[in-house]
């Protein structure tokens, strides 16, 4: 603590304007050829008002001689113990303040001077050293009391006693206040003493005050300290003075952490968060401990912490956070904010919520690193894709980039083993270890933000597969994402279905079981869950499942462009020129007798690609069969509506420049029942069918516009019927043999009833 202040000289106001006089009349008595008979000589002939100065004089000069001899003995208050109990008092003061001479003739003066009349203003010190003056009566207890009180405290004081200072200190406040109701004192005298009080008590509150700023001062004797300033009634300084202690305190701490002395920024953080919300916590104890829960401080409190926290995420930010956001590491950046949120999360059961601060300054870098992250892996993804064979492969078993197996390295947790491509493998891969890096920024509600970034860097893998189609690439659409990435084109049938095995398998299975790590409720429900399809279990969650659908409409993009370049594929020849077109229906009348009925050749050919691709995504589609179903069906829808659609067509079979003739009628006839049984059971979607009968519907309107009965001219539906089997079995590969009751090259057989009644039915349907 500092030492103790020196009181304010006692004396009258004349003695404090009449200073400087003062002492240059006190130069006289310490001339070495002072001569005291010489001095009271030149002053005997002095009249009375003179003599009247002169005591005044010799009045303060006590007053000043008493305050010189009091500063003497705080400075030497050593010496002034040893020497009090082998004298008197007095001699030991005149000894230890080095003036005896001074002081005995000052005394012996003043004390042998006594004016009624002269009217003295009363001090500090001044009214209760009358006491002393009088020689009629013996000081009372009281005044007794009120001599040696300033001088008790001044020893407490200095002596750095506070609980026996605050103790006195109370006492005085007690015979103020007792006082100043009972009228007890003069109004001088009570004055005296509130200031003695006041002054004293400021100079205690300056030594705790000091000694709460200093960094040796430790624990309890810092919380005495600033328990004592409150007492003293300045709460409000002691409070932030402890406040402003324990930032010190660790301010003084952070001196020796360095952030290069450390391997990694998860480390700095650490060493960091220890020491900032340490002192956040002992600061928060002590304030509860001194203070309680008055609202003033515990706001104070909360604000200081606040900005405490800000300073700690700012340093984070700077020596660990940047370099990992930048470098799109979002574990790295992951693992310092999740160490420092557990920190902060220890607070809360001290009311500090502290949580909300950091993370909306960690955001942020936390973005960035996430944004990087996803960069990386499109540009990692779009770099394999670029050398892919197209070939389904089994997940690799080499272990993760970070060390830890993959959930994917280790098999897959469902009855069939998935099969993808090197480049699909390593998007899997690559957002396994994502999911699992970005788990502990859940709290930074940054989960739909993720998920947003993540689908667009899957769309953006699906734009490269259908990139890798080889009919895109004439194409002049330019996908969002894919830019001018070079991508391995995929020539084979059973390498542009492999495009299509990676889309569907990611989008329907893996990334949603995945993204069921974003959340501690939906991971738990699949680990206790793990017999149901992800398919099954994403349905509880609304946000997920939405979001599964997004992926599984961005995949149908890919399908949709692989159904139209194969539609494309059967319907145009490599010149441009069309196998489908209204001259071959129109033109069959002409050569009847040599006609020999089935199936046009690019339904042949329809029917030959269906079965090829459907081979190949039996091997490709375990356990996902519904998936090769839909796909083969969509391409065969794809065929049909390009024919319903094909405007140039239907207005040669409509509007000529040559009448559809009976055998035209015919084998459009065929070629329709073919599509139909060469697709039942399998790919006949009940939209096909209904778009076949409105075709062929189409086509018997624009025979009867000839003026001729389409149903006059059409064999029973069996005959049909037949025909489609045999072209069916001959195409498989297994000839039937022909029925000898029935020529099926002649279709002359009678029209029945039956047949009229379905071909209606089928138009009307």
């Known amino acids: 603590m500092a030492t103790a202040k020196m009181a304010r000289p006692r004396g009258s106001t004349a003695a404090k304007e009449n200073g400087v006089k003062l002492e240059e009349g006190l130069s006289a008595f310490r001339s070495d050829k002072f001569d005291a008979d010489a001095f009271v000589q030149s002053r005997c002939s002095l009249n009375e008002k ?58 012996g003066l003043a004390e042998g001077v006594h004016i009624d009349s002269l009217s003295i203003s009363v001090s500090e010190g001044s009214s209760v050293n009358k006491f002393l003056i009088s020689e009629d009566r013996e000081p009372s207890e009281l005044e007794k009391w009120l001599i040696e009180f300033p001088d008790l405290l001044d020893i407490l004081l200095a002596e750095r006693r506070v609980d026996e200072a605050l103790i006195a200190l109370d006492e005085g406040e007690r015979v103020a206040s007792e006082a100043k109701e ?31 700023c200093q960094p040796s001062t430790r624990g309890g004797e810092l919380r005495a300290a600033i328990s004592a300033l409150k007492n003293l009634g300045d709460g409000s300084r002691a409070h932030s003075m402890l406040l402003n202690a324990h930032l010190q305190r660790y301010q003084y701490n952070m001196q020796s952490l360095r952030p290069s002395s450390t391997s990694y920024g998860g480390a700095y953080t650490a060493a960091l968060s220890q020491l900032v919300f340490s002192a956040i916590a002992q600061a928060a104890s002590d304030s509860l401990a001194i203070f309680g829960n008055e609202p003033a401080y515990a706001s104070e409190l909360v604000m ?45 059961g001290r009311g500090l919520a502290l949580g909300p601060v950091l993370l909306k300054l960690f955001r942020p870098s936390v973005e960035q690193a996430l944004d990087a992250n996803l960069k990386r892996i499109e540009e990692s993804t779009a770099a394999l894709a670029a050398a892919d064979d197209w070939i389904l492969t089994f997940p690799p078993t080499a272990a993760r980039q970070s060390g830890r197996p993959s959930s994917t390295s280790l098999g897959s947790t ?17 957002v396994q270890d994502f999911f699992e890096d970005v788990g502990p920024l859940l709290s930074m509600q940054l989960g739909g933000q ?3 970034g993540l689908f667009q860097v899957f769309n953006s893998y699906i ?31 059973a390498q542009q279905i492999a495009l299509l095995a990676n889309a569907s398998l990611l989008a329907d299975e893996l990334l949603p079981r995945a993204a069921m790590k974003l959340s501690p409720v939906n991971q738990a429900t699949y680990r206790d869950d793990t017999r149901r399809r992800p398919s099954d279990r994403q349905q509880r969650h609304p946000e997920q499942r939405e979001w599964k659908r997004r992926l599984v409409s961005s995949v149908d993009r890919l399908k949709d462009t692989f159904c139209r370049q194969h539609a494309l594929d059967l319907i145009f020849t490599e010149e441009g020129d069309s196998h489908l077109t209204a001259d071959m229906y129109m033109n069959m009348d002409e050569n009847v007798d040599e006609l020999e009925w089935f199936p046009s050749l690019i339904f042949q050919e329809l029917f030959l690609k269906l079965n090829r691709m459907a081979s190949i995504a039996a091997d490709m589609f ?27 067509f239907w207005d040669d079979i409509e509007e000529g420049p040559k009448p559809l003739g009976s055998a035209g009628l015919q084998q459009f006839y065929l070629d329709m029942k073919f599509v139909i049984c060469a697709c039942q059971g399998r790919y006949l979607s009940r939209h096909l069918h209904r778009v076949i009968n409105e075709i062929i519907s189409k086509a018997m309107e624009a025979f009867a516009a000839t003026g001729k009965d389409p149903n006059s001219v059409l064999p029973e539906d069996d005959w049909f019927n037949d025909i489609c089997q045999e072209a069916i079995e ?17 279709p002359t057989a009678s029209v029945s009833a039956h047949s009229i009644s379905s071909v209606r039915s089928h138009g009307s349907s």
């Open 50 to 107: 003179e003599i009247k100065q002169l005591c005044s004089d010799l009045s303060d000069l006590k007053k000043a001689s008493a305050e010189e001899m009091r500063r003497s003995v705080y400075a030497n208050y050593a010496a002034f113990i040893r020497t009090s109990p082998s004298m008197g008092n007095v001699d030991a003061l005149k000894e230890v303040a080095g003036g005896e001479g001074e002081a005995a003739l000052i005394h």
């Open 182 to 212: 009972m009228k007890t004192l003069t109004p001088d005298v009570l004055m005296s003493l509130q200031t003695s009080i006041i002054e004293r008590r400021q100079r205690l509150a300056d030594q705790l005050a000091e000694a709460a």
């Open 304 to 348: 200081w912490a606040t900005k405490q926290t800000e300073a700690f995420a700012l340093l984070v930010k700077r020596h660990a956070l940047a370099s990992s956001a930048a470098a799109g590491g979002l574990r790295a950046a992951a693992e310092c904010v999740q160490i420092a949120l557990g920190h902060c999360s220890l607070l809360e």
């Open 414 to 430: 469902t009855a069939f083993p998935h099969k993808l491509t090197s480049s699909a493998h390593r998007f899997n891969l690559m």
């Open 450 to 452: 993720m998920m947003e």
């Open 463 to 493: 734009n490269m597969l259908i990139k890798a189609l080889p009919g895109s690439m004439e194409e002049e659409a330019n996908f969002e994402g894919s830019g001018n990435k070079i991508v391995r084109l995929a020539e084979t049938e």
């Open 622 to 648: 375990v356990g996902r069969e519904r998936f090769a179903t839909l796909l083969l069906m969509r391409l065969t829808e794809t065929v049909i509506l390009w024919l319903s659609g094909d405007q140039s």
């Open 730 to 746: 001959r195409l498989s590969g297994k000839p039937r043999a022909i029925n000898g009751d029935r020529e099926l090259n002649s």
